[in-house]
């Protein structure tokens, strides 16, 4: 009979972590997803629209409609996410997603200059009135899905 409760008590200490650790992939993927939407800077560069998406498979994708209806796609695994550059300061700037080489969907359509599709190396998003802590907050964001994608896929 105690053997059945070590089980059981194995079992559902189990089930808790893996909660445990949905819930804190879905804290950090709302984290970065709104503090990317919250400070973003698109349509101060002529941008209509972009949709921004950490999903439950571990990608970032990031879609911008630009004022001449060209579109931007780009998409990528947390895991293949380097480091995170910023090049600014409090009041504007751009936030670079540096990532393995060739490890970035890209894709335009709608270019007048023609439709492209190819691997990229890095996003960058353009932010404005982000503080010191925000972007500490969004790089340890980072940090923990990228950890936790490689380690739990």
Not at 82 to 90: D, M, T
Not at 115 to 132: H, R, T, W, Y
Request: aromatic fraction near 14%.
């Amino acid at each position: 009979m105690n053997l059945l409760y070590a089980l059981s008590f194995i079992f559902w200490s189990f089930l808790g972590i893996l909660n445990y650790t949905d819930e804190h992939k879905n804290f950090y993927r709302k984290q970065i997803e709104e503090l990317l939407k919250k400070y973003d800077a698109d349509q101060l560069l002529g941008t209509k629209s972009f949709t921004l998406e950490v999903n439950n498979n571990g990608f970032l994708r990031y879609k911008r409609i630009l004022a001449s209806n060209k579109t931007e796609y780009y998409s990528v695994k947390i895991e293949k996410v380097q480091k995170l550059n910023y090049y600014g300061n409090e009041k504007s700037g751009w936030l670079s997603v540096v990532c393995e080489p060739s490890s970035v969907i890209f894709q335009s359509y709608k270019d007048p200059s023609g439709d492209v599709d190819s691997m990229a190396n890095e996003i960058n998003f353009p932010l404005k009135g982000i503080s010191e802590d925000e972007l500490n907050s969004l790089h340890k964001s980072f940090d923990v899905l990228r950890e936790n994608t490689k380690n739990n896929p």
